[in-house]
């Protein structure tokens, strides 16, 4: 950001008085500039036994299936985030269980929220951001075609959650060096 968004003036990089980071900050109005992660928040959708997927029909990974989920709004819970994205991308409408999985994406500064939810009434299509969108039993979940690794490990948890009957939230970093899997 080299001009503020508040006065119009250039900034500098530097770090600000009681900060440890360095930040863009204007010359002239002094207003700081932060950069902070970004939540995308959606859900798990299941019915009768199947979880729902959508094929992207937008980048990144076009073609390729996750979880109803996309970036949270400003004024919106994260579960109303949740629930609208599976609006706007399956045009189902859910009832919402529980928080079931929080990843740290640090490398791309995201936060990852997913609930657990139900498809009401079975109903579902595709919307604008989806080419299709289809129910999957366990066997039939194209694993090799997953867009993202959270997508693929929250499906990997709830497969084996599900064997237990017992859905624990699940809080884990993705994409670290200690972690190869983001």
């Known amino acids: 950001m080299n001009f503020c968004v508040v006065c119009g003036h250039k900034t500098i990089e530097k770090v600000p008085l009681g900060d440890h980071q360095l930040r863009r900050v204007c010359i002239e109005c002094d207003n700081i500039h932060y950069i902070n992660p970004k939540v995308i928040c959606g859900a798990l959708v299941l019915w009768e036994n ?6 992207r029909a937008i980048e990144p990974r076009y073609g390729l299936w996750t979880l109803p989920a996309g970036y949270m709004e400003l004024f919106e819970t994260m579960e109303q985030g949740a629930a609208r994205e599976t609006r706007e991308e399956a045009e ?57 690794p959270s997508v693929e490990q929250t ?15 699940h809080l884990e970093t993705l994409g670290s060096r200690l972690d190869h899997t983001g």
């Open 50 to 55: 199947k979880v729902l997927l959508c094929r």
């Open 92 to 148: 189902a409408e859910i009832e919402i269980e529980q928080l079931y999985c929080m990843y740290n994406i640090p490398r791309i500064g995201q936060i990852y929220v997913l609930f657990k939810a139900n498809l009401i009434d079975g109903v579902f299509g595709a919307g604008e951001e989806s080419i299709e969108c289809q129910l999957f039993e366990e066997h039939e979940i194209p694993w090799s075609e997953l867009a993202f």
């Open 155 to 169: 499906l990997k948890h709830y497969f084996e959650d599900r064997k237990s009957n017992s859905f624990q939230m």
